[in-house]
């Protein structure tokens, strides 16, 4: 690894560039991700090992294998709710807070995790956020009218959401890659 910060760091002052040592950071996925190793340096700065790391909005954790954190998404997705609900709640409807909610906080909660590896108990957690939402939005008390409820109002559980997405974007990768192979010479 040090050897490959030494290499990057060469090219780097070839090309008049330095990397930020500041934002740079270090941390373990392995089997062996809670041992101590060799410090790595990089523009003469050593760099930091972390526990976690957010990378294009999501947030890496150091561990046995590859795993993300859900409590941003699920942070984010309470404040949005919340600030849409207050704003909305006296629209006279309970459907339009679902249509914001569906629009606006959703998408927020389900950032990219047609591509993360969800275990069961993170797709129930994120399950239990959604049914915090619609219970504060219909004021139901039994689980089984929350689910009756996210029935009529087409708010499937993640899983199902996130099939969903994962379709999505296979068909316009796909449409994408048809059309572009189709005319290149």
């Not at 950071?25 to 790391?53: D, F």
């Not at 807070?97 to 906080?105: A, E, G, H, N, W």
């Not at 998408?107 to 129930?124: D, Q, R």
Request: contains cysteine; glycine residues 2%.
């Amino acid at each position: 690894m040090q050897l490959m910060l030494d290499i990057c760091s060469h090219e780097a002052n070839f090309l008049d560039f330095t990397f930020n040592t500041v934002k740079s950071m270090a941390m373990r996925i392995g089997p062996r991700y809670k041992y101590s190793c060799m410090t790595l340096v990089l523009n003469g700065s050593e760099l930091a090992y972390v526990e976690q790391i957010k990378y294009l909005g999501i947030i890496l954790r150091s561990a046995r294998s590859f795993k993300c954190s859900l409590d941003s998404a699920k942070m984010k997705f309470y404040r949005s709710f919340n600030a849409m609900y207050f704003r909305a709640k006296n629209a006279g409807t309970e459907l339009v807070c679902v249509q914001l909610m569906k629009s606006l906080c959703l998408p927020v909660l389900l950032y990219a995790v047609e591509v993360l590896p969800l275990t069961k108990s993170e797709i129930a957690t994120l399950n239990h956020v959604l049914d915090r939402a619609v219970y504060r939005i219909f004021g139901c008390s039994s689980a089984e009218d929350t689910k009756f409820i996210r029935t009529v109002i087409d708010l499937p559980s993640v899983d199902l959401c996130i099939a969903r997405r994962l379709h999505k974007f296979v068909q316009k990768y796909a449409v994408t890659y048809t059309w572009s192979s189709l005319f290149s010479f």
